[in-house]
């Protein structure tokens, strides 16, 4: 039977390439949203790919959307924890809410699922959890100390869950993804992405398929030996 992923901000971005991907693939696919009704509309009859509505950011949102899924669509053996926010600024301008929100949706959302639906993947003995990083992670941003930590936390968070897994069969990796071009990254002034890309070795902004590929490999059965990994996709901009 096609085993079934949950694919969080799944409708939009990166994450419609991801969903459409790992349907492709023969996977059975829900894609979560926070609010968009319009695009996840428009996700669905474009693909045929069920949406779900929750904040990601509210344990107890993810609890009663876990549940539903799992009695309309059977377990959840694939987690993709994409769904991310920026809220940018300096330190000196930046207040505790903007924090929140970033620490919370980009990291906290992690902790949810994972914990969620880890259960289930330990007595299965089979998961797959794939946590969507960020260069901006590895290397640090200028104006997001806490997008940064975020995403720097999502990596050891997936280092530290791995090993959790490793006997159960349940393997956690995260993808650092370089700079791709979605929405998020389109709201960037057009003179700091001349310069973005002018430091991408490869000449060009990332496409969303190019992440949505690294996600299918490493949520393969048959990936089974790669695990607490950070795979970067990200045209030769960082090499960690
Ligand atoms: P988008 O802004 O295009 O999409 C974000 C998605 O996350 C949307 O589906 C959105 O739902 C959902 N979302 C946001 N907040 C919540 C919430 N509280 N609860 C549930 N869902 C939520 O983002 P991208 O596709 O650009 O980014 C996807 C991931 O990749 C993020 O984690 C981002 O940090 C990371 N990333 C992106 C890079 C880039 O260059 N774009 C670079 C490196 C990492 P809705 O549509 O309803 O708002």
Do not use: K, M, S
């Given at each position: 039977m096609a085993r079934l992923a949950l694919v969080t901000g799944?409708?939009?971005g990166i994450g419609a390439a991801i969903s459409e991907q790992l349907h492709k693939a023969g996977r059975k696919v829900v894609a979560s949203y926070a609010g968009n009704d319009a695009a996840a509309a428009a996700f669905t009859e474009r693909t045929g790919i069920p949406t779900i509505k929750f904040d990601v950011s509210d344990y107890a949102a993810c609890q009663a959307a876990v549940a539903k899924i799992e009695a309309e669509h059977?377990?959840?053996?694939i987690l993709v924890n994409n769904a991310g926010i920026t809220r940018d600024a300096t330190l000196k301008r930046m207040d505790r809410k903007m924090w929140d929100e970033v620490i919370d949706t980009n990291l906290g959302s992690c902790f949810n699922l994972a914990k969620l639906v880890w259960e289930g993947m330990t007595a299965r003995k089979f998961g797959r959890i794939v946590n969507i990083g960020s260069i901006n992670g590895q290397a640090g941003q200028y104006g997001q100390v806490n997008y940064a930590a975020a995403k720097s936390g999502i990596h050891g968070f997936t280092k530290a869950l791995a090993q959790e897994g490793a006997r159960a069969g349940i393997t956690v990796n995260a993808i650092a993804p370089?700079?791709?071009?979605t929405e998020m990254v389109r709201a960037v002034p057009e003179d700091v992405l001349q310069k973005i890309v002018a430091r991408i070795p490869r000449g060009r902004l990332g496409t969303a398929d190019d992440i949505a590929r690294g996600v299918c490999f490493l949520t393969a059965?048959?990936?089974?030996?790669?695990?607490g990994s950070t795979l970067s996709i990200n045209g030769g901009q960082h090499m960690y």
């Open positions: 799944g409708q939009r059977g377990p959840i053996e370089g700079y791709v071009d059965d048959e990936a089974d030996f790669i695990t």
